[in-house]
């Protein structure tokens, strides 16, 4: 792996001599983010997102394991465990639950942009078809750690939260109800459920941590992407790891910090819902049941399918809800067009705005009262989103005509256009 | 051929959505009840609830901080007035100390507080009650949701640890209710007839669904005599009983903010340093 023109570790010091010939783990860190991994030179901000994220996975584990030493997973005392005793007796307890709880919602933050910024310029093709399949693994189990997590608070909008999305699975045809059944350990979600949402809760950040480390190591095989798409052709195109990118990314972290303690200090409950102050009360039906924001857009698809067509509406939501993220497996595949960045597709880059703002259209839908309004723009933006990545990116693959691509990376910095950000190219067309 | 299956697979996906969309307009279109500008039929909850008044807390805002004088006033109205059917199960006698009351005056508090804590009869064992302690929790008022039924026209009164945070409109929304009781208008109850308060319920504006079981629990201008000379107006209850609940619900909101105010005054330090030291390294280096 690597380029030819890669540093090498050579460890000054004995100890570190002797330690690399025992266990040449210095060296594999000086290889994957030291001074030993080349990188494009022209990285814009939008690639520091990669590095947040590891951060914001590393908090919820460090903040998780502590808060889970005073956690009781328990219908009856789950609620007083946390709101009663971590929240008013544990010594700076609510500080990390606060951290916990946005702590999830910045991991989310920094993950769509990492998502979005690997859809515009193209990270998602060959030769790094694998770095994004790991990567849409460790979405979905994102997604499902930050559901059961939500559960474990066992307020209202846990409560009924679980009661929707564990009610998914009896949309399935003739075995749902018994999956569902099976899956909560009751008819409904009561202590077995809760005991295994944390189990789960607590083993499911290893597992991410693990496709992280698989997802990194897939990096590195051809190397980092750069905003304009075009391969690494030599040793003029790079820059080491450390201390170029570490540096960079110093700053990107804090930043990242800031916003987070402006979240965590001043408004710990902007992100959360007032319901879920209540305890759960399976006698009790909220009014407005939503997930977390993080979940809107795909809440928006689920309740778009209003009508029975051949098969139940409710099947149709979820087998939406849950398309809308497995066809991002063959994004790869879908997308044929050589070149990578969207600095160079004008049609693919139109199509690239109207994907964000349908997502964020999907995600306002997804987070208001069921009003005929909200459901119509959600049905439209429903429509727009499998077309998009079904239809629309496949044919524009084939039919656009790419704008000329740099003779490499050196030629397009020296030029003033190497690491042209999203915003940059809009203004310049 | 993947390309192939997955347009198939989107068409499909998009007719689908597309015949439910054309249901979704046909139903708003052929339906003549009068609607709201996002399609919801309108009822007396859309035309006539009220948005939650400001009562102008101190705590609140960025720089925020508790008024003592005033959560010990609030505390009295709560002792006076809300007690006696509300609980705050989640706050102990000993956190009054944050109100500014002394260890002797905590105890006193606690030891006279009208109900006792469950206890064991230590000669027979059979279930009895103690006077409390400042380590005690502040006891429950009814033993469960049926006895609270019970004495209260089938009606829960809600523990009131996390009120201001288990509702929108947080301490505005206490404040808002517990001085909004109003008669129903003409208009409401010619539109909305069904609306009517039905006996034993009270007309409120501010309550989700206009008819609460709460009687309005602040009658009259010194229904509290106050320690401190602050006349105790309704208005002035309401809005300090408002600012109690803030601190049940909140009660570390003066260590996060400021906890938060040295956080960012560090990291914007730091950040800086991080950048001086990104634009040092990349010096020589066009990217």
């Given at each position: 792996m690597s380029f030819p023109w890669a540093n090498h570790y050579e460890p000054k010091q004995p100890l570190m001599r002797w330690i690399d010939e025992k266990l040449p783990l210095p060296r594999l860190v000086y290889n994957a983010v030291g001074a030993g991994y080349p990188v494009p030179r022209n990285l814009n901000y939008w690639w520091n997102f990669g590095v947040l994220a590891g951060a914001a996975l590393a908090c919820q584990i460090i903040t998780g394991i502590v808060l889970a030493m005073h956690y009781h997973s328990a219908a009856a005392s789950a609620f007083d465990s946390i709101n009663g005793t971590i929240m008013r007796d544990v010594n700076s307890g609510w500080f990390l639950r606060y951290a916990h709880a946005n702590g999830a919602s910045m991991f989310f933050i920094v993950v769509y942009t990492h998502i979005f910024r690997g859809l515009y310029y193209g990270s998602y093709k060959a030769p790094r078809e694998m770095v994004w399949l790991l990567g849409v693994v460790i979405f979905l189990l994102m997604m499902a750690t930050a559901f059961m997590g939500y559960v474990l608070p066992w307020g209202q909008m846990s409560f009924w939260g679980a009661q929707v999305i564990t009610g998914?699975?009896?949309?399935?045809?003739?075995?749902g109800d018994w999956i569902r059944v099976w899956l909560l350990g009751g008819?409904?979600?009561d202590d077995a459920a809760l005991n295994r949402f944390f189990s789960l809760h607590y083993l499911l950040p290893f597992v991410i941590l693990g496709v992280v480390i698989l997802h990194i190591w897939a990096l590195h095989i051809p190397g980092s992407n750069n905003?304009?798409?075009?391969?690494?052709?030599?040793?003029?195109?790079t820059v080491p790891f450390h201390p170029y990118y570490t540096a960079k990314d110093g700053f990107g972290l804090g930043i990242f910090f800031l916003v987070f303690a402006a979240l965590v200090f001043?408004?710990?409950?902007?992100?959360?819902?007032?319901?879920?102050?209540?305890?759960?009360?399976?006698?009790s039906t909220p009014a407005h049941i939503v997930p977390e924001w993080y979940f809107w857009p795909f809440y928006a698809i689920l309740r778009s399918f209003t009508a029975d067509v051949i098969l139940p509406a409710k099947l149709w939501g979820v087998l939406a809800m849950f398309g809308s993220i497995l066809l991002l497996f063959f994004l790869p595949w879908l997308d044929s067009s050589p070149v990578r960045s969207n600095n160079y597709r004008p049609k693919a880059r139109i199509a690239f705005w109207v994907l964000v703002a349908d997502v964020l259209l999907l995600g306002y839908c997804g987070g208001s009262a069921a009003d005929p309004l909200w459901i119509i723009i959600a049905q439209v933006c429903t429509g727009y989103y499998f077309l998009h990545f079904l239809v629309i990116l496949p044919l524009i693959s084939r039919s656009e005509r790419p704008r000329p691509l740099p003779n490499s990376i050196t030629e397009a910095v020296l030029s003033g256009k190497?690491?042209?950000?999203p915003a940059e190219t809009a203004l310049a067309h | 051929m993947v390309r192939l299956i997955a347009g198939f697979i989107g068409l499909v996906f998009a007719v689908v959505v597309g015949w439910a969309l054309i249901g979704t307009v046909a139903g708003v279109a052929t339906d003549p009840t009068p609607k709201t500008w996002t399609g919801a039929p309108k009822s007396a909850e859309t035309d006539f609830h009220l948005h939650p008044r400001d009562a102008?807390?101190?705590?609140?805002?960025?720089?925020g901080k508790f008024d003592k004088r005033q959560l010990q006033r609030g505390f009295q109205v709560y002792k006076e007035v809300c007690a006696a059917c509300h609980s705050i199960r989640l706050v102990s006698f000993r956190d009054l100390r944050q109100l500014g009351y002394s260890e002797g005056q905590v105890k006193a508090i606690a030891n006279d507080w009208q109900i006792e804590q469950p206890s064991v009869n230590a000669d027979t064992g059979e279930p009895a009650t103690r006077k409390n302690v400042p380590s005690d929790h502040f006891p429950l008022v009814f033993a469960n949701d049926v006895a609270a039924r019970a004495a209260n026209n089938n009606a829960v009164p809600p523990d009131l640890s996390y009120i201001t945070r288990a509702r929108h409109g947080g301490a505005n929304y206490v404040y808002s209710l517990i001085t909004g009781y109003q008669p129903q208008s003409a208009e409401m109850l010619k539109r909305f007839p069904e609306i009517k308060t039905p006996q034993g319920l009270y007309s409120n504006p501010y309550f989700a669904n206009m008819n609460i079981a709460m009687p309005p629990p602040l009658k009259s201008n010194g229904q509290v005599q106050y320690q401190d000379g602050t006349l105790a107006t309704v208005d002035q209850m309401a809005k300090d009983v408002s600012a109690f609940l803030v601190w049940t619900a909140d009660p570390t909101l003066e260590s996060r903010h400021q906890a938060g105010f040295a956080s960012i005054i560090f990291l914007l330090i730091a950040s800086g340093l991080a950048f001086g030291a990104y634009r040092n390294i990349w010096r020589n280096v066009e990217h």
């Amino acid at each position: 792996m690597s380029f030819p023109w890669a540093n090498h570790y050579e460890p000054k010091q004995p100890l570190m001599r002797w330690i690399d010939e025992k266990l040449p783990l210095p060296r594999l860190v000086y290889n994957a983010v030291g001074a030993g991994y080349p990188v494009p030179r022209n990285l814009n901000y939008w690639w520091n997102f990669g590095v947040l994220a590891g951060a914001a996975l590393a908090c919820q584990i460090i903040t998780g394991i502590v808060l889970a030493m005073h956690y009781h997973s328990a219908a009856a005392s789950a609620f007083d465990s946390i709101n009663g005793t971590i929240m008013r007796d544990v010594n700076s307890g609510w500080f990390l639950r606060y951290a916990h709880a946005n702590g999830a919602s910045m991991f989310f933050i920094v993950v769509y942009t990492h998502i979005f910024r690997g859809l515009y310029y193209g990270s998602y093709k060959a030769p790094r078809e694998m770095v994004w399949l790991l990567g849409v693994v460790i979405f979905l189990l994102m997604m499902a750690t930050a559901f059961m997590g939500y559960v474990l608070p066992w307020g209202q909008m846990s409560f009924w939260g679980a009661q929707v999305i564990t009610g998914f699975f009896s949309a399935i045809p003739v075995v749902g109800d018994w999956i569902r059944v099976w899956l909560l350990g009751g008819y409904a979600p009561d202590d077995a459920a809760l005991n295994r949402f944390f189990s789960l809760h607590y083993l499911l950040p290893f597992v991410i941590l693990g496709v992280v480390i698989l997802h990194i190591w897939a990096l590195h095989i051809p190397g980092s992407n750069n905003p304009t798409g075009v391969d690494v052709k030599g040793k003029q195109d790079t820059v080491p790891f450390h201390p170029y990118y570490t540096a960079k990314d110093g700053f990107g972290l804090g930043i990242f910090f800031l916003v987070f303690a402006a979240l965590v200090f001043y408004f710990p409950d902007a992100l959360g819902h007032p319901d879920n102050y209540i305890p759960a009360n399976p006698l009790s039906t909220p009014a407005h049941i939503v997930p977390e924001w993080y979940f809107w857009p795909f809440y928006a698809i689920l309740r778009s399918f209003t009508a029975d067509v051949i098969l139940p509406a409710k099947l149709w939501g979820v087998l939406a809800m849950f398309g809308s993220i497995l066809l991002l497996f063959f994004l790869p595949w879908l997308d044929s067009s050589p070149v990578r960045s969207n600095n160079y597709r004008p049609k693919a880059r139109i199509a690239f705005w109207v994907l964000v703002a349908d997502v964020l259209l999907l995600g306002y839908c997804g987070g208001s009262a069921a009003d005929p309004l909200w459901i119509i723009i959600a049905q439209v933006c429903t429509g727009y989103y499998f077309l998009h990545f079904l239809v629309i990116l496949p044919l524009i693959s084939r039919s656009e005509r790419p704008r000329p691509l740099p003779n490499s990376i050196t030629e397009a910095v020296l030029s003033g256009k190497g690491g042209t950000s999203p915003a940059e190219t809009a203004l310049a067309h | 051929m993947v390309r192939l299956i997955a347009g198939f697979i989107g068409l499909v996906f998009a007719v689908v959505v597309g015949w439910a969309l054309i249901g979704t307009v046909a139903g708003v279109a052929t339906d003549p009840t009068p609607k709201t500008w996002t399609g919801a039929p309108k009822s007396a909850e859309t035309d006539f609830h009220l948005h939650p008044r400001d009562a102008g807390l101190s705590s609140e805002g960025v720089f925020g901080k508790f008024d003592k004088r005033q959560l010990q006033r609030g505390f009295q109205v709560y002792k006076e007035v809300c007690a006696a059917c509300h609980s705050i199960r989640l706050v102990s006698f000993r956190d009054l100390r944050q109100l500014g009351y002394s260890e002797g005056q905590v105890k006193a508090i606690a030891n006279d507080w009208q109900i006792e804590q469950p206890s064991v009869n230590a000669d027979t064992g059979e279930p009895a009650t103690r006077k409390n302690v400042p380590s005690d929790h502040f006891p429950l008022v009814f033993a469960n949701d049926v006895a609270a039924r019970a004495a209260n026209n089938n009606a829960v009164p809600p523990d009131l640890s996390y009120i201001t945070r288990a509702r929108h409109g947080g301490a505005n929304y206490v404040y808002s209710l517990i001085t909004g009781y109003q008669p129903q208008s003409a208009e409401m109850l010619k539109r909305f007839p069904e609306i009517k308060t039905p006996q034993g319920l009270y007309s409120n504006p501010y309550f989700a669904n206009m008819n609460i079981a709460m009687p309005p629990p602040l009658k009259s201008n010194g229904q509290v005599q106050y320690q401190d000379g602050t006349l105790a107006t309704v208005d002035q209850m309401a809005k300090d009983v408002s600012a109690f609940l803030v601190w049940t619900a909140d009660p570390t909101l003066e260590s996060r903010h400021q906890a938060g105010f040295a956080s960012i005054i560090f990291l914007l330090i730091a950040s800086g340093l991080a950048f001086g030291a990104y634009r040092n390294i990349w010096r020589n280096v066009e990217h």
